[in-house]
Nanobody, 125 residues
């Protein structure tokens, strides 16, 4: 699975931006996807996730009510609509896809994560 993010840029506080993640390869195997971000000097953190089956979503408390994660299965693309942006939202935003595999020989199920290279979002005050 290959993931390519796009749509990052510079926006003023209070503004909106939509970032996209285009997936290619074995996209039919993807079980869940998510957006993560990493600000300078900080650890990478989860922003929002969405499952493949029922498109169940979860959000970090810091973005609830402002960000919306969605996916277009026909286009193999995931989106993150970001509204009411704040300077603290400034970060590199990464797309992640998780695929679960069954190892029948060992009787275990494990997941593998695939990451994009990220897109920079800068929010000016």
């Amino acid at each position: 699975v290959q993931l390519v993010e796009s749509g990052g840029g510079l926006v003023q506080a209070g503004g909106s931006l939509r970032v996209s993640c285009a997936a290619s390869g074995s996209t039919f195997s993807i079980n869940a996807m998510g957006w993560y971000r990493q600000a300078p000097g900080k650890q990478r953190e989860v922003v929002a996730t969405i499952t493949s089956g029922n498109s169940s979503t979860n959000y970090a408390d810091s973005v609830k009510g402002r960000f919306t994660i969605s996916r277009d299965n026909a286009k193999n693309t995931m989106y993150l609509q970001m509204n009411s942006l704040k300077p603290e939202d400034t970060a590199v935003y990464y797309c992640k896809a998780t695929i679960y595999y069954n190892d029948y020989a060992r009787g275990i199920r494990y997941g593998m994560d695939y990451w994009g290279k990220g897109t920079l979002v800068t929010v000016s005050s």
